[in-house]
């Protein structure tokens, strides 16, 4: 009552393949070695073997080719802090007018030394007002150093037109 498949030859229904529903596993072909297996010499040192080729494919750079556009971060991601310009200016400013404090007890010396002092307040409100904590220390000392030199700065004007004025009531010319 069974009808005999014509192709098939070891005797089972289905031809030899696997049972019907499961799938058929490929077999991989066989490669030869890429460098031939060298034999030793007799009489000799041994030899080594040549190098393999190098592959063929190699993967993509992490970096994208060369020359490609830059992609902006992604959403969330964290950009590079700035740096806080005005604070570090703020703090130099007021550095060099601390350190050119001399300046202002010469004769005119004090109109001249205001300059570093109140760059150092307006750099150092600036940064306050723009990089509140990012950079607390730098404006912090530059307000500070720049409230030093103004008031040695006014107090060397206070001086020497008080000095102008003594002297100039004074007349001992006869």
């Known amino acids: 009552m069974s009808q005999e498949n014509p192709g098939n030859t070891d005797g089972t229904e289905n031809g030899g393949g696997p049972a019907e529903g499961t799938p058929e596993i490929p077999v991989p072909p066989?490669?030869?070695?890429?460098?031939?297996?060298v034999e030793p010499?007799?009489?000799?040192?041994?030899?080594?073997?040549?190098l393999a080729p190098p592959p063929a494919y190699t993967a993509p750079s992490a970096y994208g080719p060369p020359g490609a556009p830059i992609a902006p971060p992604p959403y969330g991601y964290p950009t590079a802090a700035?740096?806080?310009?005005l604070s570090i200016l703020s703090m130099v400013a007021g550095i060099i007018s601390t350190i050119g404090l001399w300046v202002v007890f010469f004769p005119l010396g004090g109109i001249?030394?205001?300059?570093f002092p109140v760059a150092a307040l307006v750099?150092?409100?600036l940064g306050k007002k723009?990089?509140?904590?990012?950079?607390?220390?730098?404006?912090?000392a530059g307000i500070i150093m720049g409230y030093?030199?103004?008031?040695?700065?006014?107090?060397?004007?206070?001086?020497?037109i008080?000095?102008?004025?003594?002297?100039g009531t004074d007349s001992t010319y006869n």
Do not use: K, N
Request: charge should be positive.
């Open 30 to 37: 066989v490669v030869p070695p890429a460098v031939p297996p």
């Open 148 to 160: 030093v030199g103004v008031a040695a700065a006014i107090l060397s004007i206070i001086g020497w």
């Open 112 to 115: 001249p030394g205001l300059l």
């Open 123 to 125: 750099l150092g409100y």
């Open 130 to 140: 723009r990089e509140p904590q990012t950079a607390r220390g730098f404006w912090l």
């Open 162 to 167: 008080l000095l102008f004025v003594i002297s």
């Open 41 to 50: 010499p007799v009489d000799g040192p041994p030899v080594t073997p040549p």
């Open 82 to 85: 700035r740096a806080p310009i």
